[in-house]
């Protein structure tokens, strides 16, 4: 078996979280958090959108959040520096994209490798990239569903830590499909966050064992 390259913390964690948009699964990993399920505390929310709901909410709700508008910046690698920067300031254990819709310069994913956490509305390595719901109905696939993987410099591709399935039905809409998996994704993104923090994630290779489901 490939040896162990990192074995998540066990320990209170301070989170940040990356996003875009809605929030919906922010909302979810800050529900678990709240409810004691997540041994950490939401230390950060960021934003590339000023309005985006997510990051209003956040404020609402009294977390710290930071808008970082990219017109600022003179490059994409400018602004992953200022993303470090909020990020190292605030000591943060793991950063969860939820929604984020930036990919992110090499430089972010070396400084947050194996603390960097993402959710994708798809069975990876099936359907990268945007729109997958759409592209999972049109392939004619049976069953879809969303991904928890660590983030590696190539997009949609680091390691799997959970995975749900979803069945896709003869008459679905993108819509339908997308709101199907959402139920998933607000299961198993907190899921996966509650594990890492409870010491129980291990990569060898590109796999990750989840410690301590028995045999
Ligand atoms: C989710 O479908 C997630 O899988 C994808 O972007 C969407 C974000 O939704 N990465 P929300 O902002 O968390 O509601």
Same mark, same amino acid.
């Given at each position: 078996?490939?040896?162990?390259?990192?074995?998540?913390?066990?320990?209170?964690?301070?989170?940040?979280?990356?996003?875009?948009?809605?929030?919906?699964?922010? #909302?979810?990993?800050?529900?678990?958090?709240?409810?004691?399920?997540?041994?950490?505390?939401? @230390?950060? *929310? !960021?934003?590339?959108?000023?309005?985006?709901?997510?990051? !209003?909410?956040?404020?609402?709700?009294?977390? /710290?959040?930071?808008?970082?508008?990219?017109?600022?910046?003179?490059?994409?690698?400018?602004?992953?520096?200022?993303?470090?920067?909020?990020?190292?300031?605030?000591?943060?254990?793991?950063?969860?994209?939820?929604?984020?819709?930036?990919?992110?310069?090499?430089?972010?994913?070396?400084?947050?490798?194996?603390?960097?956490?993402?959710?994708?509305?798809? !069975?990876?390595?099936?359907?990268?990239?945007?729109?997958?719901?759409?592209? @999972?109905?049109?392939?004619?696939?049976?069953?879809?569903?969303?991904?928890?993987?660590?983030?590696?410099?190539?997009?949609? #591709?680091?390691?799997?830590?959970?995975?749900?399935? *979803?069945?896709?039905?003869?008459?679905?809409?993108?819509?339908?499909?997308?709101?199907?998996?959402?139920?998933?994704?607000?299961?198993?993104?907190?899921?996966? *966050?509650?594990?890492?923090? /409870?010491?129980?994630?291990?990569?060898?290779?590109?796999?990750?064992?989840?410690?301590?489901?028995?045999?």
């Amino acid at each position: 078996m490939d040896e162990v390259v990192f074995r998540s913390p066990r320990k209170k964690g301070r989170i940040a979280v990356l996003l875009s948009g809605r929030g919906s699964n922010f #909302m979810a990993i800050r529900e678990a958090v709240h409810r004691g399920a997540i041994n950490a505390e939401i @230390a950060l *929310v !960021l934003g590339n959108k000023a309005e985006a709901p997510g990051l !209003l909410k956040a404020r609402e709700w009294g977390l /710290e959040t930071v808008f970082l508008d990219p017109k600022a910046f003179a490059s994409r690698d400018d602004y992953d520096r200022a993303v470090i920067g909020e990020l190292d300031k605030r000591r943060i254990d793991l950063v969860c994209l939820a929604g984020y819709m930036r990919v992110l310069t090499p430089a972010l994913c070396d400084a947050y490798r194996h603390r960097l956490v993402n959710i994708h509305p798809a !069975l990876l390595p099936a359907f990268p990239g945007l729109h997958v719901q759409q592209k @999972a109905i049109d392939w004619g696939v049976r069953f879809s569903g969303c991904t928890v993987h660590f983030v590696a410099a190539e997009v949609d #591709m680091g390691p799997i830590i959970l995975q749900a399935c *979803v069945p896709v039905l003869q008459d679905d809409t993108e819509d339908a499909l997308a709101a199907r998996i959402l139920v998933e994704e607000h299961r198993i993104y907190p899921e996966a *966050v509650r594990l890492y923090f /409870e010491g129980r994630l291990e990569v060898r290779g590109r796999r990750v064992f989840v410690l301590g489901l028995g045999a």
